[in-house]
């Protein structure tokens, strides 16, 4: 009764095929649903198309996975990275297998398996995927690596009630939310400071942002391991998904911060001139603020590197809380891949 | 890291479909989707088997590529606890 057949693709995709996409992952997030918004991430990223598996039972599409190409650096070189993304398959075919070379295969084992052959024998050096310890155990069985990032940051707690780490731990919660509400009330009065001292922020859309990318694209690469590059091209096309934000000083284009977007926010560069007094403080109770009115999850600060040193001051006036966090990301790369795929340095540029 | 014995992970198999209101039959022959066993079910029985273990088992692609069947599974998942041992 298997009938299930897998259909491998190198895009760019038209649009009926953005459609199935969809129809499929769009049920699980509404974001691939707009077939502006797939195809934008999947046709119009620096590279001008991405890796799909499409799973049909007879004519009806029941799954879909993608790679999405990132550039990557690392080691003094530039290399070609594979983001996992959009994996759906339908619940009543979850259960079936589909052919894999030679033999059958669980569809989703296979689904995941098939496309991740497919990129990096097309050209991808490594992939990395951040996803749930289920199907990072899936990936595991696919050759996927553990890399583990534990990193220093100081939070702000927008909506704890939806944090994961919290769930079944009542008194931790509580503790939480009284927090988001300590950090609400000195960023109300921290922003009304500010404001009366004449230090405002504004929000820089598309056209005003040119001077703060290219800053961020001269962010010196890691010195050990690989990361996501911070190239002209790929944060042009984060900006045109809304993935990042920028913020500036009124009347200084050089004093800025740039953050992503989505639930789990974080700071990924900042510019501060001497000259430019309550800079820190204004531009991160600007992106807290703008993380509230987002209904975000989070915000943070790295602690560690230029970003801790420009802002950890500002990140204790506004209540941040200090936390190490742990992050998984399973990673397996093509042979000849210069570098341990598990030394990646992990920063919110691996989420999309 | 422990060991695990193959009558173990079965157990853990069973309990796994009971939960979900299905049952696992004594054949290991039996094919894995008329059981309606899933890939996400594959890979939380490897996690519990990983707990009981207190370590990381150990793949090789080649062996992930035929599960078909209960026998597939309860072998793949010995061999890997095996390996990581």
Known sequence: MSGLHLELRRGPLDPAALAIVGRTYGTIDPRYADPGFADTIFNRNPHGFSWHAFVRDGERAVGHYSVIPMRARGGGASFLAGKGEALYLDETCRARTLRLGEDDAPAGIALMSALHSHALGDGADVLHNITSAEIGMIQRMDGFRVARSRRAQAHFLVSPSQLRQLGGRPAQAALARALALIQRGALAWTRARLSAQGARTLACGPGEDAGALASFARTPPPTEGWTIDRDAATLRWLRSMDRLTVVRMERRADAFAIANTGRAREVLHVELPPDAPHAALALLASLAHDAVRANAWTLSVPLEGPIGAALAAAARMLCFRPRTLEQLVYVKAAPGFPLRPEALVYDRMFNL | ?85
């Open chain 2, 1 to 85: 890291m422990s060991s695990i014995s193959r009558a173990t992970v079965r157990q853990m198999m069973q309990a796994l479909l009971q939960r979900q209101g299905k049952s696992l039959p004594a054949d290991e022959g039996v094919r894995l989707q008329e059981i309606g066993f899933r890939s996400l079910d594959f890979a939380e029985l490897a996690l519990r088997v990983e707990t009981k273990l207190g370590g990381s088992m150990q793949f090789e692609t080649s062996v992930l590529r035929s599960i078909q069947t209960v026998r597939d599974v309860l072998d793949f998942m010995e061999r890997a606890a095996a390996d990581g041992s």
